[in-house]
């Protein structure tokens, strides 16, 4: 499946239909008689960048004795000293509005976003008249693109115009208009209160913040236009087409934004310039063309269950809910829509909402918050065959290791580089809260530079790209520079993290207080094993041998190990405390079963398994994608078929309480509010049920649900250079299809005889040896293994 469908327009901003090309997003709402396309660009951010020095280093030793103390209410409010500024906020760009003037009352009205084109459409008749628009946004051309069609002619007669949010200006200009505006200097996070001032702006051509230029060209079929009072007025025409280019004066994340309206103007005027040169149909097949290079690379098809289409996509899940799968299908494809969509090369990266925001005060500021979310967003990137997308996130890793270096070596007198608990494109490494007003929970975590690390080691092992590693590696060694300095020694002589939070859970002390900051978190050993493992892999791969991977193999050796708790758990910190909340929605701990790789079998695995059931199954969007990924580690396909029936039910689109996750009416993955990445950690989730490679050595559907008993998955990539294919039916594997991208090995486990079949070669039979089977392949070579 790969369509949304709906007969009704968009009401709620959670109703309209996404469209992006990366750098441009537009949520695309479907009205009759005025029609609204609510704009965003990646790099409208509030601020500009800021510098301020900080020295933490007395306040880091006075935390650290009153852990040892055990006064963690003390070693609370003293890490509150620690505090920085609170990260910058993403902004909506605003409006463009499209009025006709034949009223609101049409008949046989469809709304629909195809995702195998990324092109939303919206149909109506009046009268006898059917009206029709198409909408993409080009990643070749760098435009919106709205075609407005009517099927008698001269019957489109409409003005389309502007709105903001933002301080903005609209001017005519030669059949053209255009939206200039200036982004806050500073814009307090929705959840602070008490600010006089939570938004702060400059003046035009003078502020510090961001500039930007929204202008709008069309081209018309038969009809005349006119611009007056900052409307573009079109009579008379057959066919409309409106084109929309964006222009922002965003230098990068260390260089103050330019000033220059003009300069915006001669951007977005070459851009439109190209464009209006070219017809609807040469655009919109470009754009196809394009977008489907990374699109079609992946195909999932679920048996044959499925709820009845002509139902409006979100009545559908209402009525159907988890037992429909079709939907299932489509929300896995929709999680890869949203990628490319948000995330494409040169781009930003995906925050909290993609890049589709209409709030300047967006929920959590619509950030990078890097405990969890950024790095979910991007756990579908390299198994479904979207490595490029990735590829915004490398450069805020590498940009983050830059101003990471100078934070750690001012607040902690220390080496190497890391982040805390959000970033922002001015890649802020600070913690955040501001003078003592969050809480160390969420606003000291000091452990982010070393989870981005893993995606940029995960890119090698799906890639093979020894020149990426090559590139990466400084950033790794600044990293495991951080966290060498930063481990300190127990009174048992392991290595620590002091101070130390399980985000965003807190403990219960003896005397039933409740606890934050405590040290040795199991989070931060797991992810610090993590590092020191992928790191000494990296330096064996390109035959490095120093005194530094010296240090690491020691360091690793002595980290204080995993411990099992007295319910049977895994134990979330040093000391076996009683949980704060039993179900809280974070699983922090459970690090080291999903993303990471240090619990792969054994008591540790039941371990995560009771802590899972300790848990529960409630929780919001993101926190079920997240189990999902866990069960699946853990194999069990019928308890994520459970945590699938939280997922596919309907979010009231205005109800910011609604617990247990869910799907907003457009799919959008409900926190609530809206949080990508609950899209995309389902994604993730399903091909993690289908096939698992983690372990050196492929498994074959690992969690398969007996609601899954036949079908088939294609094009997905695995760990060591291979992409892959795979169907079953009755639950049993029938064929496996393998692309190797090097020359290299590649163990499969099974019990099962295959037959063999090489390009050229005569078939043969296979049989496992110890239950595995091990095939050497060649660079470009595809083999076919029949069970």
């Not at 695309?28 to 396309?37: I, L, N, S, T």
Request: aromatic residues 10%; charged residues 20%; glycine residues 8%.
């Amino acid at each position: 499946m790969h369509l949304l469908s709906y007969k009704k327009p968009g009401d709620a901003w959670t109703e309209a239909l996404p469209l992006g090309n990366g750098r441009i997003g537009a949520m695309h709402f479907g009205g009759v008689e005025v029609e609204r396309f609510q704009l965003n660009e990646e790099t409208l951010w509030s601020g500009p960048p800021e510098k301020k020095e900080y020295n933490d280093q007395e306040s880091l030793r006075k935390v650290r004795a009153l852990i040892d103390q055990g006064n963690y209410e003390a070693a609370a409010d003293e890490t509150k000293n620690m505090f920085g500024p609170y990260s910058q906020a993403y902004m909506p760009l605003g409006n463009v509005y499209i009025q006709h003037d034949h009223g609101d009352i049409a008949h046989n009205y469809q709304r629909s976003l195809d995702i195998q084109t990324a092109i939303s459409t919206v149909s109506y008749s009046i009268g006898e008249t059917k009206y029709i628009r198409e909408a993409f946004i080009s990643y070749p051309h760098q435009v919106l693109v709205i075609r407005l069609s009517a099927s008698k002619e001269n019957s489109i007669n409409t003005k389309v115009y502007f709105d903001s949010l933002l301080k903005t200006q609209v001017k005519n200009d030669q059949e053209k208009i255009a939206l200039q505006g200036i982004c806050p200097e500073y814009c307090a996070p929705n959840y602070v209160q008490g600010h006089d001032k939570p938004i702060v702006y400059g003046e035009f051509e003078k502020t510090k913040a961001v500039h930007f230029e929204g202008r709008l060209g069309v081209a018309t079929k038969g009809g005349k236009i006119n611009t007056t009072n900052g409307q573009v007025i079109i009579e008379k025409a057959t066919e409309a087409t409106l084109y929309l280019a964006i222009a922002t004066s965003f230098n990068g994340f260390n260089q103050l934004p330019g000033r220059d309206f003009s300069t915006l103007s001669a951007q977005n005027e070459q851009i439109l310039a190209n464009v209006l040169k070219l017809s609807f149909d040469q655009l919109s097949k470009e754009h196809v063309k394009d977008y489907q290079a990374l699109y079609n690379r992946v195909n999932l098809t679920l048996g044959d269950k499925r709820g009845e289409e002509a139902l409006d996509t979100d009545e559908r899940i209402a009525t159907y809910g988890s037992n429909d799968l079709g939907m299932q299908t489509l929300l896995f494809n929709y999680g890869r829509y949203l990628l490319i969509s948000s995330s494409r090369a040169g781009t930003q990266p995906a925050n909290l909402q993609g890049i589709w925001n209409e709030l300047v005060r967006a929920p959590w500021s619509s950030n990078y918050t890097l405990n969890i979310n950024t790095e979910m967003n991007y756990w579908p990137a390299e198994v479904t065959n979207l490595a490029e997308c990735h590829e915004p996130l490398f450069k805020l890793i590498k940009e983050l290791s830059i101003t990471g270096r100078e934070m750690v070596q001012s607040r902690y007198g220390i080496n190497g580089w890391t982040a805390h608990h959000n970033t922002d494109i001015w890649r802020k490494a600070d913690p955040v809260g501001e003078p003592r007003h969050g809480d160390p929970i969420w606003a000291f975590w000091p452990l982010a530079g070393p989870w981005l690390c893993r995606h940029l080691w995960e890119h090698y092992q799906y890639s093979q790209d020894q020149v990426f590693l090559e590139e990466a590696l400084p950033i790794l060694t600044g990293s495991v520079q951080f966290c060498l300095e930063w481990l300190i020694e127990d009174e048992n002589g392991y290595l620590i993290t002091s101070p130390s939070t399980s985000p965003e859970h807190k403990f219960l002390t003896i005397d039933g207080k409740r606890g934050s900051v405590t040290k040795g978190a199991t989070m931060d050993l797991q992810i610090i094993w993590d590092l020191f493992s992928n790191y000494l892999e990296a330096a064996s791969v390109l035959e490095i041998e120093d005194e530094l991977i010296s240090q690491v193999r020691t360091a690793k050796e002595r980290l204080h190990p995993l411990q099992i708790g007295k319910y049977g758990q895994l134990q979330e910190w040093l000391r076996d405390y009683e949980d704060a909340e039993p179900h809280h929605r974070h699983v922090s701990h459970l690090y080291g079963a999903f993303p990471g790789t240090q619990i792969t079998s054994g008591p540790f695995l039941d371990a995560v398994r009771q802590t899972l059931n300790r848990r529960g199954d409630i929780g919001t969007g993101w926190s079920l994608g997240w189990k999902m990924c866990l069960w699946a580690r853990l194999q069990d396909g019928e308890r994520i078929q459970g945590l699938f029936k939280q997922l596919f039910r309907v979010v009231p689109v205005n109800n910011q309480d609604f617990m247990g996750g869910g799907l907003y009416p457009n799919l959008f993955g409900a926190h609530p509010p809206f949080q990508i990445d609950g899209n995309f950690s389902y994604t993730a989730a399903v091909v993690e049920m289908l096939i698992q490679s983690h372990k050196g050595y492929i498994e074959l559907l690992p969690a398969l649900p007996s609601a899954w008993f036949k079908g088939s998955i294609s094009g997905i990539r695995i760990r060591g250079g291979f992409e892959v294919s795979v169907a079953w039916d009755r639950m049993m594997i029938q064929r496996l299809e393998i692309k190797s991208l090097t020359n290299r090995s590649i163990a499969i486990k099974t019990d099962q005889t295959i037959s063999l079949h090489v390009e050229g070669k005569k078939a043969r039979k296979v049989e496992p040896v110890e239950g595995y089977i091990q095939l050497e392949m060649k660079e470009k070579e595809q083999i076919i293994c029949l069970f």
